[in-house]
C-alpha cells in the first residue's frame, strides 16, 4: 500500500474520529441530563420545605393538645376546688374562671381543627411529592444507564479508532506524517486530497493542462497549486 493511499486512509480515520469525539462531547442525553439533575435538586428542595411545614404542623398541634389538657386540668381543679357556695365573692371569681376557661377551649379547638385540616392537607402534598420524586428519580436513573450505555459505545468506537489511526500511521514515513500533523490542524482536519482526472477532491478547482503537465512530472504527492493541501497523484499512489 502506498503512502499515498496510508495517507487518505488515515484521513478518514481521523475524519471519524472527531465524529465520535464531537457526537461524545454534544451528547444531548448529556444535556438532558444536567438539566433534569436542577430540577431534581428543586423537586428536593421543594420536598424539604413540604417536610418542615408539616413538622411544623404537627408541633403546633401538639402545643395545642398539651394547651388543651392544661385547660381541661384547671377546669377539673376549678370545679373540686371547695369554694364556699355562700362566698359570693369567690362563687363569682369561679365563675369567671370557668368562663375564661370554657373560651380558651373553645379557642383551642378552633384553631386546632383549622391546624389539622392543614396539617392533612401538608401530609397529602409530601406524600404525592415523594411519589413524583420517587418516580423521577427512576425515569433518570434509567435514561442515565442508557446515556452511559451510549457513550461507552462511542468511547469503544474511539478506542478502536485510535489503533487504526496508530497502525496507519506506523505505515508513513516519519517527514510525511509531521507534515500530515501540521496540515491536518492548518486546514482543518482536512489535509489530504486526491487528484481526479484533472480535480482535486477536496478544493474542486480544475487544474490547468499547463499545472497537470507541471505535475505529470511529479511523483506520489504534491502540493495542490491552488489550495496547498497534500496532493495524491493516483489512486494507487
Known amino acids: ?38 430540577t431534581y435538586a428543586k423537586l428536593k428542595d421543594e420536598l424539604l420545605k413540604l417536610v418542615g411545614r408539616r ?11 398539651e394547651e388543651e389538657q392544661a385547660c381541661q386540668q ?37 384553631i386546632r381543627t383549622e391546624r389539622l385540616k392543614a396539617l392533612a392537607d401538608a401530609r397529602d402534598r409530601e406524600a404525592y411529592a415523594q411519589e413524583y420524586i420517587a418516580k423521577f428519580e427512576n425515569a433518570v436513573r434509567d435514561e442515565a444507564l442508557d446515556a452511559r450505555k451510549k457513550a461507552e ?26 507534515q500530515y500533523e501540521a496540515d491536518l490542524k492548518r486546514f482543518g482536519g482536512l489535509a489530504v486530497e486526491q487528484l481526479v482526472g484533472s480535480v482535486p477532491s477536496i478544493c474542486r478547482m480544475a487544474l490547468t493542462e499547463s499545472s497537470l503537465s507541471d505535475l505529470s512530472r511529479e511523483e506520489g ?13 493516483t489512486e494507487g499512489e
Do not use: F, W
Open 1 to 38: 500500500m502506498s503512502v499515498g493511499t496510508n495517507l487518505l486512509e488515515l484521513q478518514a480515520i481521523d475524519l471519524d474520529l472527531v465524529r465520535e469525539r464531537t457526537e461524545l462531547s454534544q451528547m444531548p442525553e448529556l444535556k438532558t441530563l444536567a438539566q433534569k439533575r436542577k
Open 221 to 233: 504527492i504534491t502540493r495542490c497549486p491552488y489550495c496547498h493541501r497534500m496532493l495524491v497523484l
Open 153 to 178: 459505545d462511542i468511547k469503544a468506537r474511539i478506542s478502536e479508532g485510535e489503533k487504526k489511526r496508530a497502525a496507519v500511521s506506523a505505515r508513513i514515513p516519519a517527514d510525511t506524517l509531521a
Open 55 to 65: 413538622k411544623d404542623l404537627e408541633t403546633e398541634v401538639n402545643e395545642l393538645n
Open 74 to 110: 384547671a377546669v377539673t381543679d376549678a370545679q373540686t376546688g371547695g369554694v364556699d357556695p355562700s362566698d359570693y365573692r369567690l362563687v363569682q371569681e369561679l365563675e369567671l374562671e370557668l368562663t375564661d376557661l370554657a373560651k380558651q377551649l373553645d379557642r383551642i379547638d378552633h
